[in-house]
């Protein structure tokens, strides 16, 4: 079952680490996902990152620094 952003943004609040799939979801959601998982400290996953450019990358991880694992 696929969940959406809001979703991913309720279990990364509380504290839930995450492994999403980057091909299924926008630069802009991925990044909302992590200000959200900001006050819990949660660390996201993000498997097939290599479909998304290397600036949406970078910017994705200036979210919270060493709290991204890129899966390439």
């Given amino acids: ?19 999403i799939d980057a091909a299924g979801y926008t630069t802009t959601d991925i990044k909302e996902i992590r200000r959200a998982a900001s006050t819990s400290g949660a660390t996201i996953v993000l498997r097939n990152s290599n479909t998304k450019t290397t600036t949406d990358l970078k910017e994705i991880a200036r979210t919270s620094p060493g709290k991204f694992i890129f899966e390439l």
Wanted: hydrophobic share 35%.
């Fill in 1 to 19: 079952m696929v969940k959406t952003t809001t979703d991913l943004k309720e279990i990364a609040r509380a504290g839930g680490g995450i492994s």
